[in-house]
């Protein structure tokens, strides 16, 4: 059973500055592309990052310049590090990672369960 396990996140004042970790647990996989998304109430999931197997990072417009996704393949664990935080980066942050399984022999979506990031003005 794969599983994304999120750490980090929390409030912060305009200006700061958070790490958030992402580690792939489990047995018998293979990690694609990895990534960060974020959500408010009423609005869909965004895109905030994301980073393939080989390094290449795509990053929204909106976070360009202060957020760096990084991920560390023999750790399996991908990180996003947030500088200069503005109070419309608030929301909750989903890890998400496109990963073959052998139990599957498929390639599927996995999510982890989120971690709220507040920035206050």
């Known amino acids: 059973q794969v599983q994304l396990v999120e750490s980090g996140g929390g409030l912060v004042q305009t200006g700061g500055s958070l790490r958030l970790s992402c580690a792939v647990s489990?047995?018998?996989?293979?990690?694609?592309?990895m990534g960060w998304f974020r959500q408010n109430p009423g609005k869909q999931r965004e895109l905030v990052a994301a980073?393939?197997?080989?390094?290449?990072?795509n990053y929204a417009d909106s976070v360009k310049g202060r957020f760096t996704i990084s991920r560390d393949n023999a750790k399996n664990t991908v990180y996003l590090q947030m500088n200069s935080l503005k109070p419309d980066d608030t929301g909750v942050y989903y890890c998400?990672?496109?990963?073959?399984?052998?139990?599957?022999?498929?390639?599927?979506?996995?999510w982890g369960q989120g971690n709220q990031v507040t920035v206050s003005s």
């Open positions: 489990g047995s018998d996989f293979s990690i694609n592309t």
């Open positions: 998400n990672a496109d990963i073959w399984t052998r139990r599957t022999w498929n390639v599927g979506a996995y």
């Open positions: 980073i393939t197997s080989g390094g290449s990072t």
